[in-house]
């Protein structure tokens, strides 16, 4: 397989690394029609590319998503990963038990997940979906099945509803032995609550090691130094949120998204 090198210019952390794509494959999809507009303009934030090659993604791999959203990374990795892998979505459930604000909120979500996918088959390939509804829903697939479990940005939700352990635990029994679990979240400052949307990042590698984890390498990929994080609506006051409407839009702007920890897991039973 031909591989491909990228110089990424780590501007928001003052660093140059050099980067291996997985494979050309993963350029083109970043390239593709495919993705929309909106989304392929937050790479710059992001860093797609970066991100995923420094979690070991191949395109023969089965990969579950935790918490796609509204398929920022399904627009990346369901293209990716239909020809020779697995792309596996674990969702929202659409019809829960009880009725709050936000189970209204993630089974909309989650509905309108599903019908992007139904629309999109022809280019997400054998893609599928699962319901992980933490504590209720935890299945994530057979035993040792995956090869990556990815998380972005949801660890501050299931902080919220203290789930982290279980989401933990799921993620561990559904990999492989030597499976990875890759996680990008909002880093919060010494003595920040996860109210903010920011997390901690030693306090999450402690809970990960708690589950079975190893920690093989932090990256910073995703940093912003001009982050303060000190914002009146937390981590919602920056883009794409900008939870201040035209409040200071500029200033929130000019800031960009926010400061990321990444984090590289594996699994290993020895």
């Known amino acids: 397989m031909k591989k491909v090198t990228l110089v990424a210019s780590l501007l928001l952390a003052g660093l140059c690394s050099s980067v291996t794509y997985a494979d050309e494959s993963l350029d083109k999809v970043l390239k593709s029609d495919f993705r929309q507009a909106k989304n392929a303009s937050r790479d710059v934030y992001r860093h797609p590319a970066e991100t995923l090659s420094f979690f070991g993604i191949t395109p023969t791999q089965t990969v579950i998503e935790l918490w796609p959203g509204n398929g920022w990374y399904s627009e990346i990795l369901g293209p990716y990963l239909a020809k020779e892998g697995q792309y596996i979505a674990a969702s929202f459930?659409?019809?829960?038990?009880?009725?709050?604000?936000?189970?209204?909120?993630?089974?909309?979500?989650?509905?309108?997940?599903?019908?992007?996918?139904?629309?999109?088959?022809?280019?997400?390939?054998?893609?599928?979906?699962?319901?992980?509804?933490?504590p209720n829903k935890m299945d994530l697939g057979a035993d040792g099945s995956a090869d990556l479990v990815l998380t972005?940005?949801?660890?501050?939700?299931?902080?919220?509803?203290?789930?982290?352990?279980?989401?933990?635990?799921?993620s561990y029994k559904v990999l492989k032995d030597g499976g990875v679990f890759g996680v990008v979240e909002h880093r919060a400052n010494e003595g920040m609550n996860f109210s903010t949307?920011?997390?901690?990042?030693?306090?999450?590698?402690?809970?990960?090691?708690?589950?079975?984890?190893?920690?093989?390498?932090?990256?910073?990929?995703?940093?912003?130094?001009?982050?303060?994080?000190?914002?009146?609506?937390?981590?919602?006051?920056?883009?794409?949120?900008?939870?201040?409407?035209?409040?200071?839009?500029?200033?929130?702007?000019?800031?960009?998204?926010?400061?990321?920890?990444?984090?590289?897991?594996?699994?290993?039973?020895?």
């Open 93 to 134: 459930e659409t019809a829960p038990a009880t009725d709050t604000p936000g189970n209204r909120y993630r089974a909309n979500a989650g509905t309108k997940y599903e019908a992007w996918m139904t629309a999109n088959k022809d280019v997400m390939g054998n893609a599928k979906m699962v319901t992980f509804d933490p």
């Open 197 to 270: 949307g920011y997390m901690d990042q030693a306090a999450m590698v402690a809970l990960a090691k708690n589950a079975g984890f190893t920690l093989v390498e932090s990256a910073e990929i995703n940093a912003n130094p001009k982050d303060t994080k000190d914002y009146a609506k937390g981590v919602w006051t920056l883009p794409p949120s900008f939870a201040l409407g035209d409040t200071d839009k500029e200033k929130y702007q000019a800031i960009g998204e926010s400061d990321r920890m990444t984090l590289k897991f594996v699994k290993k039973s020895s």
């Open 152 to 170: 972005f940005r949801n660890l501050h939700n299931w902080a919220s509803s203290d789930q982290l352990e279980n989401v933990f635990a799921a």
